[in-house]
Protein backbone atom coordinates (compact mmCIF):
# COMPACT_ATOMS: atom_id res chain seq x y z
CA UNK A 1 0.00 0.00 0.00
CA UNK A 2 1.45 3.73 -0.87
CA UNK A 3 2.58 6.09 1.70
CA UNK A 4 1.86 9.30 2.04
CA UNK A 5 3.62 12.26 3.68
CA UNK A 6 0.11 14.26 3.88
CA UNK A 7 -3.63 13.81 3.61
CA UNK A 8 -6.71 15.51 3.43
CA UNK A 9 -9.87 13.39 5.07
CA UNK A 10 -13.25 15.03 3.86
CA UNK A 11 -15.78 13.63 6.71
CA UNK A 12 -19.15 13.63 5.02
CA UNK A 13 -21.69 11.43 7.43
CA UNK A 14 -23.53 13.73 9.87
CA UNK A 15 -21.73 13.92 13.63
CA UNK A 16 -23.78 11.92 15.56
CA UNK A 17 -22.92 8.79 13.33
CA UNK A 18 -19.41 10.11 12.84
CA UNK A 19 -18.76 9.75 16.25
CA UNK A 20 -19.60 5.67 16.44
CA UNK A 21 -17.41 5.98 13.15
CA UNK A 22 -14.39 7.65 14.22
CA UNK A 23 -11.89 5.28 15.85
CA UNK A 24 -12.17 2.91 12.79
CA UNK A 25 -11.65 5.94 10.39
CA UNK A 26 -8.56 7.27 11.84
CA UNK A 27 -7.34 3.70 12.04
CA UNK A 28 -7.89 3.34 8.25
CA UNK A 29 -6.47 6.78 7.80
CA UNK A 30 -3.57 6.06 9.93
CA UNK A 31 -2.24 3.36 7.66
CA UNK A 32 -2.38 5.90 4.39
CA UNK A 33 -0.89 8.62 5.95
CA UNK A 34 2.61 8.81 7.94
CA UNK A 35 2.90 12.74 8.76
CA UNK A 36 -0.17 15.14 8.13
CA UNK A 37 -3.73 14.23 8.30
CA UNK A 38 -6.21 17.31 7.64
CA UNK A 39 -9.58 16.93 8.24
CA UNK A 40 -12.14 19.08 6.44
CA UNK A 41 -16.11 18.73 7.95
CA UNK A 42 -18.04 18.84 5.54
CA UNK A 43 -21.88 16.58 7.04
CA UNK A 44 -24.28 15.88 4.41
CA UNK A 45 -21.92 17.02 1.55
CA UNK A 46 -23.19 14.53 -1.57
CA UNK A 47 -20.48 13.58 -4.15
CA UNK A 48 -22.58 10.82 -5.69
CA UNK A 49 -24.77 13.71 -7.97
CA UNK A 50 -23.68 15.42 -11.86
CA UNK A 51 -22.80 18.50 -9.86
CA UNK A 52 -19.35 19.38 -8.27
CA UNK A 53 -20.14 20.06 -4.68
CA UNK A 54 -19.49 23.24 -3.29
CA UNK A 55 -18.37 24.12 0.29
CA UNK A 56 -21.12 25.12 2.75
CA UNK A 57 -20.58 26.89 6.33
CA UNK A 58 -21.23 24.48 9.02
CA UNK A 59 -22.98 25.98 12.28
CA UNK A 60 -20.87 26.30 15.29
CA UNK A 61 -22.57 24.26 17.84
CA UNK A 62 -21.47 23.04 20.90
CA UNK A 63 -21.58 20.06 19.49
CA UNK A 64 -19.27 20.57 17.04
CA UNK A 65 -17.12 21.80 19.54
CA UNK A 66 -17.21 18.02 21.62
CA UNK A 67 -16.72 16.54 17.85
CA UNK A 68 -13.66 18.51 17.67
CA UNK A 69 -12.34 17.30 21.43
CA UNK A 70 -13.54 13.56 20.77
CA UNK A 71 -11.64 13.57 17.17
CA UNK A 72 -8.45 14.82 18.50
CA UNK A 73 -9.10 12.48 21.61
CA UNK A 74 -8.99 9.48 19.05
CA UNK A 75 -6.00 10.86 16.99
CA UNK A 76 -4.08 10.54 19.87
CA UNK A 77 -3.73 6.66 19.52
CA UNK A 78 -1.64 7.65 16.15
CA UNK A 79 1.05 9.82 17.54
CA UNK A 80 2.67 9.31 14.32
CA UNK A 81 -0.10 11.40 12.94
CA UNK A 82 -0.20 15.07 12.57
CA UNK A 83 -3.93 15.90 12.28
CA UNK A 84 -4.95 19.08 12.00
CA UNK A 85 -8.96 19.63 11.94
CA UNK A 86 -9.55 22.82 9.69
CA UNK A 87 -11.61 25.27 10.64
CA UNK A 88 -12.52 27.63 7.50
CA UNK A 89 -16.01 26.59 6.76
CA UNK A 90 -16.77 26.38 10.50
CA UNK A 91 -19.08 29.56 11.45
CA UNK A 92 -20.75 31.21 14.46
CA UNK A 93 -23.66 32.32 15.14
CA UNK A 94 -22.41 35.94 14.86
CA UNK A 95 -19.73 35.31 12.16
CA UNK A 96 -18.49 38.52 11.31
CA UNK A 97 -16.18 37.57 8.26
CA UNK A 98 -17.41 35.40 5.44
CA UNK A 99 -16.18 32.48 4.72
CA UNK A 100 -12.73 32.12 2.29
CA UNK A 101 -13.44 31.86 -1.22
CA UNK A 102 -10.59 31.47 -2.71
CA UNK A 103 -8.33 28.48 -2.68
CA UNK A 104 -6.28 27.48 0.94
CA UNK A 105 -2.48 27.26 1.18
CA UNK A 106 -1.56 24.03 3.67
CA UNK A 107 1.58 24.08 5.19
CA UNK A 108 1.65 20.31 3.66
CA UNK A 109 0.04 20.27 0.36
CA UNK A 110 -1.87 17.24 0.64
CA UNK A 111 -0.91 13.73 -1.19
CA UNK A 112 -4.24 11.80 -0.79
CA UNK A 113 -7.66 12.37 -0.37
CA UNK A 114 -9.80 10.34 1.79
CA UNK A 115 -13.54 10.39 2.69
CA UNK A 116 -15.76 8.37 4.44
CA UNK A 117 -18.86 9.02 1.89
CA UNK A 118 -20.30 5.47 1.01
CA UNK A 119 -21.64 4.65 -2.41
CA UNK A 120 -24.71 2.29 -2.33
CA UNK A 121 -22.75 -0.87 -3.27
CA UNK A 122 -19.17 -0.08 -0.80
CA UNK A 123 -17.17 0.04 -3.87
CA UNK A 124 -14.08 2.44 -4.57
CA UNK A 125 -16.51 3.84 -7.65
CA UNK A 126 -14.37 6.20 -9.55
CA UNK A 127 -17.08 9.17 -10.54
CA UNK A 128 -17.50 9.61 -6.80
CA UNK A 129 -13.37 9.74 -6.39
CA UNK A 130 -13.10 12.12 -9.39
CA UNK A 131 -15.79 14.52 -7.65
CA UNK A 132 -13.84 13.87 -4.57
CA UNK A 133 -10.64 14.96 -6.28
CA UNK A 134 -12.17 18.39 -7.63
CA UNK A 135 -13.32 19.19 -4.10
CA UNK A 136 -10.37 18.93 -2.77
CA UNK A 137 -8.52 20.88 -4.86
CA UNK A 138 -11.34 23.62 -5.50
CA UNK A 139 -10.66 24.40 -1.77
CA UNK A 140 -6.68 23.65 -1.02
CA UNK A 141 -3.76 23.87 -2.90
CA UNK A 142 -3.16 19.75 -3.03
CA UNK A 143 -0.41 18.00 -4.95
CA UNK A 144 -0.92 17.79 -9.16
CA UNK A 145 -0.81 14.00 -8.60
CA UNK A 146 -3.40 13.76 -5.63
CA UNK A 147 -5.04 10.46 -5.39
CA UNK A 148 -8.27 9.75 -3.85
CA UNK A 149 -9.78 6.77 -1.62
CA UNK A 150 -13.05 6.26 -0.51
CA UNK A 151 -12.74 4.62 3.15
CA UNK A 152 -15.77 2.65 3.15
CA UNK A 153 -16.16 -0.37 3.88
CA UNK A 154 -12.45 -0.77 4.40
CA UNK A 155 -12.53 0.78 7.97
CA UNK A 156 -15.45 -1.42 9.37
CA UNK A 157 -15.48 -4.76 10.67
CA UNK A 158 -18.53 -6.29 8.69
CA UNK A 159 -20.92 -3.92 6.98
CA UNK A 160 -22.01 -0.52 8.77
CA UNK A 161 -25.04 0.97 8.59
CA UNK A 162 -25.81 3.79 6.49
CA UNK A 163 -27.19 5.83 9.49
CA UNK A 164 -26.38 5.00 12.91
CA UNK A 165 -28.86 6.02 16.39
CA UNK A 166 -28.20 10.00 16.72
CA UNK A 167 -26.43 10.05 19.09
CA UNK A 168 -25.19 13.31 21.16
CA UNK A 169 -21.53 13.58 21.91
CA UNK A 170 -20.59 13.34 25.60
CA UNK A 171 -20.06 17.29 26.73
CA UNK A 172 -16.63 18.16 26.65
CA UNK A 173 -16.78 22.20 26.62
CA UNK A 174 -18.44 24.13 29.57
CA UNK A 175 -18.60 27.83 29.20
CA UNK A 176 -18.56 29.65 32.18
CA UNK A 177 -21.86 30.84 32.96
CA UNK A 178 -24.12 28.41 34.92
CA UNK A 179 -26.77 28.51 32.52
CA UNK A 180 -27.22 24.88 31.62
CA UNK A 181 -26.38 24.49 27.65
CA UNK A 182 -27.52 22.03 24.66
CA UNK A 183 -25.25 20.17 22.60
CA UNK A 184 -26.77 22.12 19.82
CA UNK A 185 -27.35 25.21 21.09
CA UNK A 186 -25.17 27.77 18.82
CA UNK A 187 -21.72 28.70 19.76
CA UNK A 188 -21.47 32.77 20.10
CA UNK A 189 -18.80 34.36 18.62
CA UNK A 190 -16.24 37.40 19.82
CA UNK A 191 -13.84 39.79 18.21
CA UNK A 192 -10.93 39.05 19.94
CA UNK A 193 -10.05 36.37 22.58
CA UNK A 194 -7.00 34.67 23.89
CA UNK A 195 -5.63 31.69 24.90
CA UNK A 196 -2.09 30.87 26.81
CA UNK A 197 0.55 27.65 27.25
CA UNK A 198 3.71 26.64 27.16
CA UNK A 199 2.97 24.65 23.57
CA UNK A 200 5.74 22.30 24.11
CA UNK A 201 5.76 19.76 21.12
CA UNK A 202 2.66 20.70 19.93
CA UNK A 203 0.12 17.68 21.10
CA UNK A 204 -3.62 17.36 20.36
CA UNK A 205 -4.42 18.50 23.60
CA UNK A 206 -3.12 21.74 22.97
CA UNK A 207 -5.02 21.52 19.65
CA UNK A 208 -8.07 21.06 21.15
CA UNK A 209 -7.54 24.50 22.89
CA UNK A 210 -6.11 26.30 20.23
CA UNK A 211 -9.18 25.26 17.71
CA UNK A 212 -11.84 25.68 20.19
CA UNK A 213 -10.25 29.23 20.80
CA UNK A 214 -10.21 29.71 16.91
CA UNK A 215 -13.87 28.86 16.35
CA UNK A 216 -14.87 31.33 18.74
CA UNK A 217 -12.47 34.20 17.21
CA UNK A 218 -14.01 36.03 14.86
CA UNK A 219 -11.12 38.46 13.93
CA UNK A 220 -8.22 37.83 16.20
CA UNK A 221 -6.66 35.66 18.88
CA UNK A 222 -3.58 36.22 20.78
CA UNK A 223 -1.96 33.55 21.86
CA UNK A 224 0.44 33.26 24.87
CA UNK A 225 3.49 31.09 24.67
CA UNK A 226 4.79 31.05 28.47
CA UNK A 227 9.23 31.58 28.62
CA UNK A 228 11.62 32.47 30.92
CA UNK A 229 10.31 32.47 34.88
CA UNK A 230 7.37 30.68 34.11
CA UNK A 231 9.45 27.72 32.37
CA UNK A 232 11.61 27.20 35.55
CA UNK A 233 8.65 25.03 37.55
CA UNK A 234 8.24 22.63 34.51
CA UNK A 235 9.56 19.04 34.58
CA UNK A 236 12.93 18.61 32.47
CA UNK A 237 12.89 22.13 31.03
CA UNK A 238 16.22 21.64 29.68
CA UNK A 239 14.36 19.26 26.86
CA UNK A 240 11.33 22.47 26.22
CA UNK A 241 11.75 23.32 22.64
CA UNK A 242 13.45 27.11 22.36
CA UNK A 243 10.43 30.33 22.45
CA UNK A 244 11.11 30.28 18.74
CA UNK A 245 10.55 26.91 17.61
CA UNK A 246 7.57 26.68 19.82
CA UNK A 247 6.08 29.87 18.18
CA UNK A 248 7.06 28.81 15.16
CA UNK A 249 4.94 25.08 15.34
CA UNK A 250 2.06 27.10 16.66
CA UNK A 251 1.92 29.83 13.52
CA UNK A 252 2.11 26.96 11.10
CA UNK A 253 -0.78 25.00 12.66
CA UNK A 254 -3.15 28.02 13.73
CA UNK A 255 -3.14 29.58 9.77
CA UNK A 256 -3.71 26.35 8.44
CA UNK A 257 -6.72 25.71 10.66
CA UNK A 258 -8.14 29.16 10.49
CA UNK A 259 -6.54 31.28 8.17
CA UNK A 260 -9.11 34.27 7.97
CA UNK A 261 -7.93 35.31 11.75
CA UNK A 262 -5.17 37.32 12.62
CA UNK A 263 -3.05 35.35 15.05
CA UNK A 264 -0.90 37.73 17.68
CA UNK A 265 1.65 35.19 19.20
CA UNK A 266 3.62 37.13 22.09
CA UNK A 267 5.64 35.98 25.74
CA UNK A 268 3.99 35.31 28.47
CA UNK A 269 5.90 36.64 31.55
CA UNK A 270 3.59 36.58 34.40
CA UNK A 271 0.18 34.46 35.16
CA UNK A 272 -2.06 36.91 33.76
CA UNK A 273 -0.33 38.00 30.51
CA UNK A 274 -2.75 39.66 27.88
CA UNK A 275 -5.78 38.33 29.22
CA UNK A 276 -5.13 40.50 32.58
CA UNK A 277 -4.48 43.96 31.04
CA UNK A 278 -6.17 44.20 27.73
CA UNK A 279 -9.76 45.82 27.43
CA UNK A 280 -10.33 44.55 23.78
CA UNK A 281 -10.40 41.00 24.84
CA UNK A 282 -14.01 39.60 25.44
CA UNK A 283 -13.08 35.48 26.04
CA UNK A 284 -10.26 33.62 27.30
CA UNK A 285 -10.07 29.55 26.47
CA UNK A 286 -8.68 27.85 29.62
CA UNK A 287 -7.84 23.86 30.64
CA UNK A 288 -9.77 21.78 33.47
CA UNK A 289 -6.42 22.25 35.57
CA UNK A 290 -5.97 26.15 34.46
CA UNK A 291 -9.64 26.92 34.92
CA UNK A 292 -8.94 28.72 38.27
CA UNK A 293 -5.99 30.68 36.63
CA UNK A 294 -8.73 32.07 34.38
CA UNK A 295 -11.09 33.33 37.23
CA UNK A 296 -7.91 34.67 38.74
CA UNK A 297 -7.40 36.73 35.58
CA UNK A 298 -11.24 37.71 35.60
CA UNK A 299 -10.62 38.84 39.20
CA UNK A 300 -7.30 41.28 38.34
CA UNK A 301 -9.21 42.91 35.38
CA UNK A 302 -12.40 43.51 38.31
CA UNK A 303 -10.11 45.06 40.41
CA UNK A 304 -8.42 47.04 37.73
CA UNK A 305 -11.45 48.55 36.15
CA UNK A 306 -11.88 46.20 33.30
CA UNK A 307 -14.96 43.96 32.33
CA UNK A 308 -15.03 40.15 33.13
CA UNK A 309 -14.14 37.67 29.81
CA UNK A 310 -16.05 34.86 29.03
CA UNK A 311 -14.47 31.84 30.32
CA UNK A 312 -14.75 28.21 28.02
CA UNK A 313 -13.32 25.42 29.85
CA UNK A 314 -12.16 22.55 28.04
CA UNK A 315 -12.02 18.67 29.62
CA UNK A 316 -8.53 17.41 30.00
CA UNK A 317 -7.31 14.49 27.58
CA UNK A 318 -6.58 11.39 28.64
CA UNK A 319 -3.39 9.69 28.01
CA UNK A 320 -4.07 6.19 27.36
CA UNK A 321 -0.59 5.32 27.20
CA UNK A 322 1.06 7.02 29.92
CA UNK A 323 3.55 5.49 32.03
CA UNK A 324 5.00 5.46 35.60
CA UNK A 325 6.23 8.84 36.86
CA UNK A 326 3.58 10.16 33.48
CA UNK A 327 1.06 12.61 33.70
CA UNK A 328 -2.79 10.98 33.31
CA UNK A 329 -3.39 13.54 31.16
CA UNK A 330 -1.54 14.51 27.43
CA UNK A 331 1.11 16.52 28.68
CA UNK A 332 4.12 17.63 27.00
CA UNK A 333 5.90 16.86 30.25
CA UNK A 334 5.48 13.20 29.39
CA UNK A 335 6.54 13.59 26.20
CA UNK A 336 9.65 15.23 27.59
CA UNK A 337 9.83 12.53 29.77
CA UNK A 338 9.83 9.76 26.68
CA UNK A 339 13.32 11.63 25.22
CA UNK A 340 14.96 10.56 28.00
CA UNK A 341 17.18 7.68 26.57
CA UNK A 342 17.09 8.94 22.60
CA UNK A 343 19.48 9.98 20.33
CA UNK A 344 18.87 13.66 20.29
CA UNK A 345 21.29 14.58 17.31
CA UNK A 346 23.98 12.42 15.04
CA UNK A 347 27.32 10.92 16.94
CA UNK A 348 30.29 12.92 16.41
CA UNK A 349 32.95 10.60 14.10
CA UNK A 350 36.51 10.72 15.76
CA UNK A 351 38.95 8.68 13.42
CA UNK A 352 41.85 10.03 15.62
CA UNK A 353 40.36 7.49 18.46
CA UNK A 354 41.48 3.68 18.63
CA UNK A 355 40.10 1.57 16.72
CA UNK A 356 37.67 -0.83 17.56
CA UNK A 357 36.35 1.44 20.49
CA UNK A 358 33.46 3.42 21.11
CA UNK A 359 33.63 6.47 23.74
CA UNK A 360 30.47 8.47 25.61
CA UNK A 361 31.34 11.56 27.55
CA UNK A 362 28.99 11.23 30.32
CA UNK A 363 28.50 14.55 32.28
CA UNK A 364 26.24 16.99 34.74
CA UNK A 365 26.02 19.14 37.13
CA UNK A 366 26.84 18.13 40.56
CA UNK A 367 24.05 16.65 42.51
CA UNK A 368 22.76 15.13 39.39
CA UNK A 369 23.65 11.22 39.96
CA UNK A 370 26.16 11.53 37.32
CA UNK A 371 28.24 8.44 39.37
CA UNK A 372 25.38 6.18 39.87
CA UNK A 373 24.59 6.25 35.93
CA UNK A 374 28.00 5.34 35.69
CA UNK A 375 28.38 2.76 37.72
CA UNK A 376 24.83 1.22 36.27
CA UNK A 377 26.98 1.73 32.92
CA UNK A 378 29.24 -0.27 33.78
CA UNK A 379 27.34 -2.61 34.81
CA UNK A 380 26.16 -2.93 31.30
CA UNK A 381 29.70 -3.63 30.33
CA UNK A 382 31.68 -0.34 29.96
CA UNK A 383 34.78 0.47 30.99
CA UNK A 384 34.57 3.52 32.89
CA UNK A 385 36.97 5.91 32.59
CA UNK A 386 36.64 7.90 36.15
CA UNK A 387 38.32 12.02 35.38
CA UNK A 388 38.63 12.58 39.23
CA UNK A 389 40.78 9.51 39.50
CA UNK A 390 42.87 10.85 36.99
CA UNK A 391 43.03 13.97 38.61
CA UNK A 392 44.21 12.24 42.15
CA UNK A 393 47.04 10.85 40.03
CA UNK A 394 47.52 14.08 38.13
CA UNK A 395 48.05 15.80 41.37
CA UNK A 396 49.99 13.24 43.03
CA UNK A 397 53.75 13.45 44.12
CA UNK A 398 55.86 12.32 40.38
CA UNK A 399 52.59 12.79 38.90
CA UNK A 400 52.29 14.69 35.46
CA UNK A 401 50.48 17.85 36.80
CA UNK A 402 52.20 18.02 40.37
CA UNK A 403 55.72 20.02 39.52
CA UNK A 404 53.91 22.69 37.21
CA UNK A 405 50.78 23.64 39.91
CA UNK A 406 53.58 23.95 42.95
CA UNK A 407 55.68 26.08 40.39
CA UNK A 408 52.65 28.20 39.88
CA UNK A 409 50.75 28.07 42.96
CA UNK A 410 53.15 28.26 45.08
CA UNK A 411 55.08 25.64 47.88
CA UNK A 412 51.76 26.72 50.94
CA UNK A 413 49.42 24.39 48.84
CA UNK A 414 51.34 21.63 50.12
CA UNK A 415 50.51 19.33 53.39
CA UNK A 416 53.53 18.59 55.82
CA UNK A 417 53.83 14.79 53.24
CA UNK A 418 54.34 16.82 50.15
CA UNK A 419 51.06 16.03 48.57
CA UNK A 420 48.94 18.78 47.37
CA UNK A 421 46.29 20.53 49.47
CA UNK A 422 43.49 20.45 47.00
CA UNK A 423 41.43 22.13 49.70
CA UNK A 424 43.72 25.34 50.26
CA UNK A 425 44.10 25.32 46.26
CA UNK A 426 40.61 25.11 45.47
CA UNK A 427 40.06 28.12 47.90
CA UNK A 428 42.77 29.51 46.02
CA UNK A 429 40.78 29.51 42.76
CA UNK A 430 37.51 29.68 43.51
CA UNK A 431 36.08 33.03 42.22
CA UNK A 432 39.39 34.36 40.70
CA UNK A 433 38.97 33.58 37.06
CA UNK A 434 42.34 34.29 36.24
CA UNK A 435 43.64 31.71 38.64
CA UNK A 436 41.13 29.24 38.00
CA UNK A 437 42.06 29.43 34.32
CA UNK A 438 45.73 29.04 35.25
CA UNK A 439 44.85 25.50 36.86
CA UNK A 440 43.10 24.65 33.88
CA UNK A 441 45.55 25.05 31.80
CA UNK A 442 47.94 22.61 33.50
CA UNK A 443 45.74 19.77 34.69
CA UNK A 444 42.98 19.51 31.79
CA UNK A 445 45.35 18.57 28.89
CA UNK A 446 47.23 16.12 31.33
CA UNK A 447 43.92 14.61 32.77
CA UNK A 448 42.87 14.16 28.39
CA UNK A 449 46.03 12.72 28.07
CA UNK A 450 45.50 10.19 30.70
CA UNK A 451 42.30 9.33 29.59
CA UNK A 452 43.41 8.43 26.21
CA UNK A 453 46.15 6.30 28.01
CA UNK A 454 43.26 4.72 29.54
CA UNK A 455 41.13 3.94 25.95
CA UNK A 456 44.20 1.96 25.13
CA UNK A 457 44.26 -0.12 28.27
CA UNK A 458 40.39 -0.58 27.92
CA UNK A 459 41.21 -1.75 24.07
CA UNK A 460 43.96 -4.20 25.78
CA UNK A 461 41.43 -5.57 27.87
CA UNK A 462 38.82 -6.31 24.83
CA UNK A 463 36.94 -3.36 25.65
CA UNK A 464 34.66 -1.92 22.44
CA UNK A 465 32.76 1.16 24.47
CA UNK A 466 34.40 3.34 26.25
CA UNK A 467 32.66 5.82 29.28
CA UNK A 468 34.51 8.93 29.90
CA UNK A 469 32.83 10.57 33.90
CA UNK A 470 33.83 14.18 33.79
CA UNK A 471 31.60 16.76 35.23
CA UNK A 472 33.55 19.23 33.31
CA UNK A 473 33.64 17.50 30.41
CA UNK A 474 32.58 20.06 28.05
CA UNK A 475 34.24 22.79 30.19
CA UNK A 476 37.75 21.22 29.57
CA UNK A 477 36.48 20.93 25.78
CA UNK A 478 36.61 17.02 26.19
CA UNK A 479 33.82 16.49 23.77
CA UNK A 480 36.26 16.08 21.00
CA UNK A 481 37.71 12.75 22.19
CA UNK A 482 34.17 10.95 22.43
CA UNK A 483 31.53 9.77 19.66
CA UNK A 484 28.42 11.16 21.87
CA UNK A 485 27.88 13.61 25.05
CA UNK A 486 25.60 11.84 27.92
CA UNK A 487 23.97 14.52 30.43
CA UNK A 488 22.59 13.75 33.25
CA UNK A 489 20.39 16.54 34.50
CA UNK A 490 17.88 17.18 37.66
CA UNK A 491 16.04 20.37 38.91
CA UNK A 492 18.81 23.01 40.68
CA UNK A 493 16.55 23.22 44.13
CA UNK A 494 17.13 18.92 44.15
CA UNK A 495 20.82 19.25 43.42
CA UNK A 496 21.26 21.92 46.55
CA UNK A 497 19.74 19.27 48.27
CA UNK A 498 22.05 16.60 47.50
CA UNK A 499 24.75 17.99 47.66
CA UNK A 500 24.20 19.61 51.39
CA UNK A 501 22.85 16.26 52.51
CA UNK A 502 26.51 14.49 50.61
CA UNK A 503 28.96 17.12 51.45
CA UNK A 504 27.26 18.60 54.63
CA UNK A 505 27.95 22.55 52.89
CA UNK A 506 25.24 24.40 53.49
CA UNK A 507 22.45 25.49 51.08
CA UNK A 508 24.23 28.80 49.79
CA UNK A 509 27.56 27.21 49.29
CA UNK A 510 25.87 23.90 47.04
CA UNK A 511 24.32 27.19 45.03
CA UNK A 512 27.73 28.88 44.78
CA UNK A 513 29.14 25.46 43.67
CA UNK A 514 26.25 24.94 40.93
CA UNK A 515 27.12 29.03 39.76
CA UNK A 516 30.32 28.05 39.00
CA UNK A 517 29.66 25.29 36.56
CA UNK A 518 27.42 24.82 33.47
CA UNK A 519 23.75 24.82 33.59
CA UNK A 520 21.93 22.19 32.94
CA UNK A 521 20.00 23.85 29.67
CA UNK A 522 23.96 24.40 28.45
CA UNK A 523 25.00 20.88 28.86
CA UNK A 524 21.63 19.57 27.12
CA UNK A 525 22.54 21.92 24.22
CA UNK A 526 25.45 19.99 23.34
CA UNK A 527 24.50 16.75 24.37
CA UNK A 528 23.57 13.56 22.42
CA UNK A 529 21.59 11.47 24.88
CA UNK A 530 19.77 13.18 27.87
CA UNK A 531 19.15 10.90 31.20
CA UNK A 532 17.48 12.05 34.88
CA UNK A 533 18.04 10.39 38.06
CA UNK A 534 14.92 12.51 39.64
CA UNK A 535 12.91 9.22 40.19
CA UNK A 536 12.88 5.96 42.04
CA UNK A 537 16.53 3.70 41.37
CA UNK A 538 14.55 1.38 39.14
CA UNK A 539 13.12 4.06 36.82
CA UNK A 540 16.66 5.05 36.25
CA UNK A 541 17.58 2.11 35.85
CA UNK A 542 15.28 1.68 33.06
CA UNK A 543 15.79 4.90 31.92
CA UNK A 544 19.43 3.91 31.14
CA UNK A 545 18.66 0.16 29.95
CA UNK A 546 16.48 1.90 27.27
CA UNK A 547 19.48 4.64 26.50
CA UNK A 548 22.02 1.56 26.49
CA UNK A 549 19.70 -0.76 24.23
CA UNK A 550 19.23 2.10 21.67
CA UNK A 551 22.99 2.80 21.87
CA UNK A 552 23.80 -1.03 20.69
CA UNK A 553 21.18 -0.93 18.18
CA UNK A 554 23.15 2.07 16.23
CA UNK A 555 26.70 0.70 17.14
CA UNK A 556 28.92 -1.18 14.68
CA UNK A 557 28.66 -4.53 15.34
CA UNK A 558 32.90 -4.47 15.99
CA UNK A 559 31.70 -2.06 19.03
CA UNK A 560 28.74 -3.59 20.14
CA UNK A 561 29.47 -4.52 24.16
CA UNK A 562 29.37 -8.47 25.00
CA UNK A 563 28.62 -8.79 28.79
Request: proline fraction near 7%; aromatic fraction near 6%.
Amino acid sequence: MAVFRSGLLVLTTPLATLAARLPPILTSASHLVNHTLYVHLQPGMNLGGPAQPQPSPVQATFEVLDFITHLYTGADLHRHLDVRILLTNIQTKSTLIPVLSSVQNLAHPPEVVLTDFQTLDGSQYNPVKQQLERYATSCYSCSPQLSSVLLYPDYGTGEMPLELPNALLPSTIRPASPVARSPRQPVRGYRRGAVGGTFDRLHNAHKVLLSVACVLAQEQLVVGVADKDLLKSKLLPELLQPYSERVGHLNEFLVDIKPSLTFELIPLLDPYGPAGSDPTLEFLVVSEETYRGGMAVNRFRLENGKEELALYQIQLLKDQSHKENEEEKVSSSSFRQRILGNLLQPPNERPELPSGIYVLGLTGISGSGKSSVAQRLKNLGAYIIDSDHLGHRAYAPGGPAYQPVVEAFGTDILHQDGTINRKVLGSRVFGNKKQLKMLTDIVWPVIAKLAREEMDVAVAKGKTLCVIDAAMLLEAGWQNMVHEVWTVVIPESEAVRRIVERDGLSEAAAQSRLQNQMSGQQLVEQSHVVLCTLWESHVTQRQVEKAWDLLQKRLPKAHQTRN
